[in-house]
Structure formats: structure tokens, C-alpha cells
């Protein structure tokens, strides 16, 4: 099960998905995250998804990270008498919270939080920003807009606001019991949606209790704004371009993205680009040329993964997605622009003893003959410091605790391997070696670099490194201890 690429695939299940035997061909094929879509599926339906995920990781002895994506707050319009309406560039159009039903010049919209936030100018999208309204004016329960884009607009359509920051809570009634009930069962991330700001973040971690990694999802160009402090308090980020492109001008949507990547790579944090990667596989066998550049781009900009959205839920080739990305991403990582890209964009601000053993680590390792680079991690920090690196080798991530193991998954180039408590830096040092070997990175005649921090199960005490043969007479030969 080795993967032949640095970067991970995240696959979200749904009913095209929904098996044992298509979750395993999926992992097989270079599934390495599956993502669990709040917004679909009843609480026993994800329940046997996770079950069936878990039931693969035990079959093929390796861990997987499974994540689960809360649905957040969805704000639509109510509905219509007629079903439907065309909306003419240039009329009048009212928003309000009267629950009659709607016509060609009003309609109810159930958000008085929505009314509270406006202003005159605001800007109101719906239908993912199919159709667009500039507020004229607006009180506590009443929007007169001016229709600036036309066309249909129908019962329960969705409605963006991308002027404002809305004083909605980043987690629903729903998203609280979806939270709990993830929790309670075992997934490794917790993806939030509708993050406006960081105390968005620090809700749901309170509620999590350390039981989930906190991803937050940036999709409002509020969220853009205070990007560095959403990103202080998040384990990991997910760049969701679906409704960034809805809330954003669509070209300023690829620069946003190279600027979150590299911000998350230079704090070692794992960063996902999501949406519509290669949306023409949920019913084609074969993506466009402009889908694999854009996966292609991500890779080169050093995303620690990309996702799968309804490619893998709903449609029709699942598993050709997954292998399509797999093959993109060993084509991309094999270039040699790749690593001049990804070194020139390596991040010199080092401040800890763990940032410096690390930077030696990966230098070392390019300098000379090592086949990889095995760290020993209990909270999976020094993995993180690692893979920022970026090194030319292999990284090999060495820990006792399953859930660390399962949340590194998601980060760029590491392969975890389970191994017991240890008290020793020798026993340290023939773990790795026999891992490096087991894993098919390298051979006794092989060398391979080792960092641990002493005293060993100590979060956060990394402070040593040694180059290490993989052959165990030369281990027992250097260190008699």
C-alpha cells in the first residue's frame, strides 16, 4: 500500500461509495481521507459508512483519517406561489419576513439575523449567485432591492451575502448534535463551515474537547479577511472555492488560494483545495484538460491534499477519479520543476529546537545517500515540521496512538506506521529501521535519518537526530547500550 506521491486524496462517500468493497477500491486506488458529508445521510447511514471505513483500515493494516464535514447554517429564500419567478434586470424586489408565499416582486426570506446585518449598497447572491440584488434600502424586517442580474428564482434557493459579516453562529442547532455524534463515534477531523471569524473556531473546539482535529473551511470573504487568526486557532484549513467563487469575483478566487497554501505550509499546517477538482468525472470516464491543470496547480503550490466532492459521492466513476488523481499527482511530483517550485517557496523562519532539528534532518537527508527520514511522534508535531520541509525523501511518521496516526493521513508526504511505547533511542532507532525496510523505502545497505524527542512520550521534546544504518548489527554495533 505504498503511495508512489507526497500530496493525499481526500474522497467524500455517498451513494455511489456506500460499500465496504467501493470504500476499499477507493482507498486501494489512492484514497487516503474519507470525507463524511453532514448535509447527506441520516446519523445511521454515516454511522455504517465510518464503520466500514474502520472495517478497511483494520483489513489493510494501515491507518486512515476520516473526516467529517458539518453542514453550517443554510440561508434560503422561502417559497414561491407559483413555484418560480423570472427576475428582469433593473425591477424591484423585496425581501422580507412575511411567510406569504412569494411572487414576482417579493418573497420571504426566514433570516431576520440576514436584515439586522444589511446595509444600503449590500449586495445579496442567490442561487449560487445566478442572480444577483443591490439593497436600496432595508430595515430590522425588510430588504427593496434592485435586480442587477436577472433570472429564475425558485422555492428554497440558497442566499450568499458576501458585504457583511452575518451574526450567525458558524455551527446550527443540526451542527451541534452532528458534532457530538461524530465525536462520540471516532472521526479524526472535524471540517467547519460558514467560518466568519476565529471565535467561530474556538466554539467548536470547546464542544470537540480535543476528541476531533479542527479544520475550518474558508468560504466567505470575511473569513479571507481575518485569515491569520482563523488560522492560529485551526489544526487545518480547507480552501472551498465553491462558494468563495460565489461570494468573490471568480478571478480572484486562484491567487486567494496560492496565498492560504503557502500560509498554511509555513506553519506547518495541513491545508486541503476542494471543489470541483474534476467535476466532468461525475459522468465522464475521463476528466477535461483544464480539470487536471487545476489539480496539477494545487500539487505544484504544495497543497497537502485535494478532495473529491460529488466525483466520488454521486457519480458515476469513483474510482476512476481517484486513480485519475493519484496518476495526476506522481506525474506532477516527478517533475523537476516541482521541486524547484516547491524549494523556492520553503519557509526560512525557524525558532524552536524541533524547527532546527528538523531543517538538519531534511538537508542532511539531500546531501547525502538517506532513503528517508523517521520521526517519532506523539502528537504528530514533528511529522508536521517535516512535511513543511518538503524533503526529497521519504517520510516515515513513527507513533503509538492510533488517532494521531489517523490525523496525519492528511499531511503532505507522511506514512504512518504503529509502534509501541518506547523508553530507548537504540529501540527508536531499529524501530525505524525495520519500518523503513518493511515499507519497501530502503534496504540494509541503506541509511536512513532518525529524530525523537528524549525523554520518549513526551509531547513536543523534539531534540534529536542521528543517521542510522538499516542493517541491525551495524544499530547494535554502534550503540552497545
Known sequence: MRRHRNVKIVATLGPASNTYDMIRKLHEAGADVFRLNMSHGSHDEIRERHAMIREVERDLDRPIAILADLQGPKLRVATFKLGSEELEEGQDFRLDLDPTEGNKTRVCLPHPEIFAALEEGSHLLVNDGKIRLKVKSCGKDFAEC???????????KGVNVPDVVLPVAALSDKDRKDLEFVCALGVDWLALSFVQRPEDVIDARKLAGGRAAILSKIEKPSAVKVFDEILKVSDGIMVARGDLGVELPVQAVPP????????????????IVATQMLESMIESPMPTRAEVSDVATAIYEGADAIMLSAESAAGSYPVEAVTTMDNVAIEVEGDPTYREVIEASRSGTRNTVADGIVAAAREIAETTDIKAICCFTQSGTTAALTARERPRVPIIAMTSLRGTARRMAMTWGVNCVMTGELERFKQAV?????AARAQGYATEAD????????????????????VAPCEERLIFASDPE
Open 430 to 434: 531499529l524501530n525505524a529501521a525495520r
Open 146 to 156: 434592485e435586480v442587477i442580474t436577472g433570472g429564475t428564482i425558485s422555492n428554497r
Open 256 to 271: 486567494i488560494q496560492k496565498q492560504l497554501v503557502r500560509k498554511c505550509r509555513a506553519v506547518a499546517k495541513p491545508v
Open 447 to 466: 541509511q536512513i535519518v532518525v529524530t525523537a524527542g528524549v525523554p520518549f512520550n513526551i509531547p513536543g521534546t523534539t531534540n534529536i537526530l542521528r
